[in-house]
């Protein structure tokens, strides 16, 4: 009656050691570590700088713990601070020889002290969040009627050379806030514009009203065009400061939308808000420029003579010397979108630029005067050019580009990225902002560790003194529980912070309510006479209905919380969440478990520890 197959007690155990080995990682601490990302836009890290790392070290006499390459930056973990600034020291000078213009960011960091065995299955330690560590929060407001003005400027323009092309006379366009107003003579010319306008820019609806004695067409955009101008520039900016932050060497920055028009950015670690708020301000430019071919630019390529009167040397992407012209033929304000794509004739991966009227005007003059010529695409950023490619003209250009270079499906996308997050794609206001210290953190982990640690000793001798052995077993569920828990955040890589551990602290409770109420539902199966064996199982199956709907009930509260909820109130629902299905799990399944194990193979079982059993029809309470 009371015994679990052997398949059952196989799957507690392969969840006991795979909760042990994903929990384990929180326990060893930090150590020192060096992280080597980017430091340019248009340069990318990938594997083989680990080896390159690696062979710094051991030439500057130095032995890291490990050197990996993740999430686009190369890490090496040292025991202690003076191995770990020394490291910082050789490896910025081997590979910034310029300090003046570093191509490598050398940042000092933290990592996990676990074993390597424990990292090469995944199992690594939770994130601290800001209240925890300490570091930098900024709130930040993205101005949403800039973005729609700016493309009901784009448009404004393009109206304007579409009638121009198609030769359809128009008395003025004009904006009026987000709208475009366009005014005609006659009715037989409206319609010709509003039959073409709604064939060539489907984002625009259009209204006809009279204007005095002339006709007058107003565009808007459709809702859900200027929805998706608004998601565009959102996520823009989200790159955009991803791109920024990077400079900072954060290990674990949290960049994220918060509502429809919001922006948090939490940088763990930093303290230096002057120079975060320097950092995430920052704009960059995106120039397009002819490259000089001339015999005297080759030569100054060489590096046998002087570069040309009117021209700058930069590097391409393979890292040889490129001979620009200063003229700047359009910026990146004339750039509407940048997409990866493909090549309609050959399949190769391409990148698509959309240009607004002006941009587009100026490309099909210079490009028909400069086919078979080259194009260098140039991103500024404090002062400094790089060049992201430099295509050649194949023909006469207009408002939309394609881009040749050899790229790879990845390379495409990342060369598209880059084009569109060179800078904000609307302006951002700081609307919130704090400092959280060091030592601030550590006292709200000490704090919160203690508020766990103590509420579950309380809770497991009560139910160590009021139920005896089933209170054990109960308070050996509960660790199971949190156990799961922690493991289950360790797998996600979720970031702890202080609501989180107090959702830690609430699951506790809620967790040893269910093993309260299967103990009384035994308990009154022995008031009524049942034998134990019995009592056990009628207690286990009557008390699951009770539980499941208690914990369904406050499911749902939870998945409000994280449906409508944002911060620090989303993290306590993740929390929140996850212990009710874990503590569903083991104060159900694995403290049954461990009640079969002990009772189940008892088949004359005369009475089980279960704390006192009141009897009405006894006259002396009977000890069961």
């Known amino acids: 009656?009371?015994?679990?197959?052997?398949?059952?007690?196989?799957?507690?155990?392969?969840?006991?050691?795979?909760?042990?080995?994903?929990?384990?990682?929180?326990?060893?601490?930090?150590?020192?570590?060096?992280?080597?990302?980017?430091?340019?836009?248009?340069?990318?890290?990938?594997?083989?700088?680990?080896?390159?790392?690696?062979?710094?070290?051991?030439?500057?006499?130095?032995?890291?713990?490990?050197?990996?390459?993740?999430?686009?930056?190369?890490?090496?973990?040292?025991?202690?601070?003076?191995?770990?600034?020394?490291?910082?020291?050789?490896?910025?000078?081997?590979?910034?020889?310029?300090?003046?213009?570093?191509?490598?960011?050398?940042?000092?960091?933290?990592?996990?002290?676990?074993?390597?065995?424990?990292?090469?299955?995944?199992?690594?330690?939770?994130?601290?969040?800001?209240?925890?560590?300490?570091?930098?929060?900024?709130?930040?407001?993205?101005?949403?009627?800039?973005?729609?003005?700016?493309?009901?400027?784009?448009?404004?323009?393009?109206?304007?050379?579409?009638?121009?092309?198609?030769?359809?006379?128009?008395?003025?366009?004009?904006?009026?806030?987000?709208?475009?107003?366009?005014?005609?003579?006659?009715?037989?010319?409206?319609?010709?514009?509003?039959?073409?306008?709604?064939?060539?820019?489907?984002?625009?609806?259009?209204?006809?009203?009279?204007?005095?004695?002339?006709?007058?067409?107003?565009?808007?955009?459709?809702?859900?065009?200027?929805?998706?101008?608004?998601?565009?520039?959102?996520?823009?900016?989200?790159?955009?400061?991803?791109?920024?932050?990077?400079?900072?060497?954060?290990?674990?920055?949290?960049?994220?939308?918060?509502?429809?028009?919001?922006?948090?950015?939490?940088?763990?670690?930093?303290?230096?808000?002057?120079?975060?708020?320097?950092?995430?301000?920052?704009?960059?430019?995106?120039?397009?420029?002819?490259?000089?071919?001339?015999?005297?630019?080759?030569?100054?390529?060489?590096?046998?003579?002087?570069?040309?009167?009117?021209?700058?040397?930069?590097?391409?992407?393979?890292?040889?010397?490129?001979?620009?012209?200063?003229?700047?033929?359009?910026?990146?304000?004339?750039?509407i979108d940048a997409q990866p794509g493909f090549d309609g004739q050959t399949q190769e991966p391409v990148v698509h630029l959309t240009l607004d009227a002006k941009g587009a005007r100026i490309i099909k003059d210079v490009s028909r005067e400069n086919v078979g010529k080259r194009m260098a695409i140039l991103l500024f950023e404090k002062g400094k050019g790089e060049v992201v490619t430099a295509p050649r003209i194949n023909s006469e250009l207009g408002n939309r580009i394609q881009i040749t270079g050899r790229f790879t499906p990845a390379d495409a996308a990342d060369t598209a990225l880059l084009l569109r997050a060179g800078s904000l794609a609307a302006p951002m206001d700081i609307i919130e902002e704090k400092t959280i210290g060091p030592s601030l953190g550590a006292e709200n982990i000490t704090k919160g560790f203690h508020s766990v640690i103590f509420g579950f000793a309380a809770i497991a001798l009560f139910m160590c003194v009021y139920y005896r052995l089933f209170g054990v077993f109960s308070t050996l569920a509960l660790a199971f529980n949190l156990l799961l828990l922690v493991a289950i955040l360790s797998m996600l890589q979720a970031t702890l912070s202080l609501p989180g551990i107090a959702a830690i602290a609430l699951t506790l409770g809620m967790a040893i309510d269910s093993n309260v109420l299967i103990n009384e539902r035994v308990r009154e199966e022995l008031r009524a006479g049942a034998s134990p064996q019995v009592a056990i199982h009628t207690g286990y199956e009557r008390a699951f209905a009770t539980i499941l709907d208690s914990n369904v009930t406050t499911l749902i509260a939870g998945i409000a919380l994280l449906a409508f909820g944002s911060g620090p109130v989303r993290g306590f629902a993740v929390v929140h969440c996850l212990g009710i299905l874990t503590s569903m799990f083991s104060s159900v399944v694995f403290s049954r478990g461990l009640v079969n194990l002990w009772y189940g193979r008892q088949k004359k079982l005369k009475g089980v520890s279960i704390g006192q059993v009141w009897k009405p029809t006894a006259d002396v309470p009977a000890k069961a």
Request: proline letters at 5%; a neutral charge; aromatic letters at 6%.
């Open 1 to 335: 009656m009371n015994r679990y197959p052997v398949w059952r007690y196989a799957i507690l155990v392969i969840a006991l050691l795979v909760g042990l080995i994903y929990t384990l990682p929180n326990f060893f601490g930090e150590a020192p570590a060096v992280q080597v990302s980017s430091g340019k836009a248009t340069l990318k890290l990938d594997a083989t700088m680990a080896p390159r790392v690696e062979q710094i070290l051991t030439g500057a006499g130095l032995k890291a713990d490990f050197v990996q390459f993740e999430g686009g930056s190369v890490k090496a973990r040292f025991d202690d601070l003076d191995s770990q600034r020394k490291a910082k020291d050789a490896i910025s000078a081997a590979l910034n020889p310029d300090p003046a213009d570093p191509r490598y960011i050398v940042a000092l960091n933290l990592l996990s002290r676990s074993p390597h065995w424990l990292t090469s299955v995944r199992a690594l330690p939770m994130f601290l969040g800001l209240d925890l560590r300490g570091g930098v929060y900024f709130l930040m407001q993205v101005d949403m009627k800039s973005a729609l003005t700016k493309k009901a400027e784009a448009l404004t323009g393009d109206i304007r050379t579409l009638l121009r092309d198609k030769d359809i006379r128009h008395s003025g366009i004009s904006r009026d806030g987000n709208n475009v107003d366009v005014r005609f003579r006659d009715r037989a010319t409206l319609t010709a514009a509003l039959n073409l306008m709604r064939t060539q820019l489907p984002d625009l609806q259009w209204v006809d009203t009279p204007d005095g004695s002339d006709f007058k067409l107003t565009g808007s955009l459709k809702p859900e065009a200027a929805r998706q101008v608004q998601e565009t520039a959102i996520t823009q900016n989200i790159t955009t400061l991803h791109n920024r932050v990077n400079e900072l060497g954060v290990a674990e920055p949290v960049i994220q939308q918060q509502g429809a028009d919001r922006v948090v950015v939490q940088l763990p670690g930093v303290q230096d808000t002057a120079k975060a708020k320097d950092i995430i301000g920052r704009t960059a430019t995106l120039e397009l420029r002819m490259v000089d071919d001339s015999t005297a630019a080759a030569t100054a390529a060489t590096g046998t003579g002087p570069v040309p009167f009117g021209t700058e040397r930069f590097t391409d992407r393979d890292g040889s010397p490129l001979i620009v012209k200063r003229q700047v033929v359009i910026t990146g304000d004339n750039l």
